[in-house]
């Protein structure tokens, strides 16, 4: 019975961590769609509404009730942090970089949860793992290179960016312990509202902004609320409560692959050789770093505490 329930979880939390990363690939062009709409502030909150909403209508359904008090310190951080701070400086930055160097500067984001993941959670830094994430990150240069257009960047989108990666970072080692206390739709939905609130001084911009805005706009920030936040963030706590923050940090270097392959469908922008090339880095180092030893041995921490355990 044991070995069923682990051979699930080992089918479970990776399939949850892919939901995520074609959700959030995807919200990079919903992004691009609803900012001509909105400013970063306004769309930030009206997409953690929308969140808000979904993940509350869900959370009253399954009864799950309030997290337990040692829980709440993890999700306060990581919701001003990552669904707050975050969302708001990307949007921004967004909005003064091209694309390519946006994607660029925020995969620092992996990295600085590898590091974070050591020193603060003790997570293990396998050689598979550092080996992969090398290659996607060289992957991720590739694509931002061969996106970037000349001109397009600027001193303070860089920043923004870089904050963003920084604000990723800290929310994910911050969402980390609270999942040994409490459900990933817990964590998520108090999470989402914490940023909601804490972007509450944009409400007379967002109410402004929707009553003008075109109608494709809004539906893009809600599909961004229901989509990406709501159900991506909920797959990810899955998934992060059952692995090492390095190595989901890891796996969202398969983002910028699948942002060239949804723009070339979507928006009809043919992504060039090298483009492509550096797709193919990114996706073959998330391989690499999910991959485990020929001994089949492999070392998981849960809630922040190192644990033992043998995989098959």
Same mark, same amino acid.
Request: no cysteine.
């Given at each position: 019975m044991m070995n069923v329930i682990r051979n699930r979880a080992?089918?479970? *939390? &990776? *399939? +949850?961590?892919? $939901?995520? $990363?074609?959700?959030? *690939? %995807?919200?990079?062009? !919903?992004?691009? !769609?609803?900012?001509? +709409?909105? !400013? &970063? @502030?306004a769309l930030a909150l009206g997409r953690l509404a929308a969140g808000v909403i979904a993940l509350g209508v869900i959370w009253a359904v399954r009864r799950e009730g309030l997290p337990p008090r040692s829980a709440w310190r993890g999700i306060l951080l990581s919701g001003l942090l990552w669904f707050g701070l975050y969302m708001v400086v990307l949007n921004w930055g967004e909005q003064q970089v091209d694309a390519g160097t946006a994607a660029l500067v925020v995969n620092v984001g992996p990295l600085l949860i590898a590091l974070l993941g050591s020193r603060l959670l003790g997570d293990p830094m396998p050689p598979r793992l550092l080996a992969g994430m090398a290659v996607s990150f *060289?992957?991720? $240069?590739? $694509?931002?290179? %061969?996106? %970037?257009?000349? @001109? @397009? !960047?600027?001193v303070l989108g860089v920043l923004l960016c870089l904050l963003a990666a920084v604000a990723y970072a800290f929310g994910v080692v911050a969402q980390k312990p609270a999942l040994g206390q409490a459900s990933a739709l817990q964590v998520t939905t108090f999470g989402c509202l914490v940023g909601a609130v804490g972007c509450l001084p944009f409400a007379g911009q967002l109410a402004h902004e929707v009553a003008h805005a075109p109608v494709p706009a809004t539906l893009n920030m809600v599909y961004l609320g229901v989509f990406p936040t709501a159900l991506a963030f909920t797959t990810w706590a899955y998934a992060l409560a059952r692995t090492t923050a390095s190595r989901m940090g890891a796996t969202t270097y398969a983002v910028p692959a699948l942002v060239v392959l949804m723009s070339w469908l979507t928006l009809g922008e043919v992504p060039g050789v090298l483009t492509l090339a550096g797709g193919v880095l990114c996706l073959a180092g998330v391989a690499v770093s999910r991959s485990r030893a020929r001994d089949g041995r492999t070392t998981r921490v849960a809630a922040g505490q190192p644990r033992p355990e043998k995989v098959s």
């Open positions: 080992h089918i479970l *939390a &990776p *399939a +949850a961590a892919a $939901v995520s $990363v074609l959700l959030w *690939a %995807s919200a990079f062009v !919903s992004i691009r !769609s609803a900012g001509q +709409a909105y !400013s &970063p @502030g *060289a992957g991720a $240069v590739t $694509v931002g290179l %061969s996106m %970037s257009g000349g @001109g @397009g !960047s600027s």
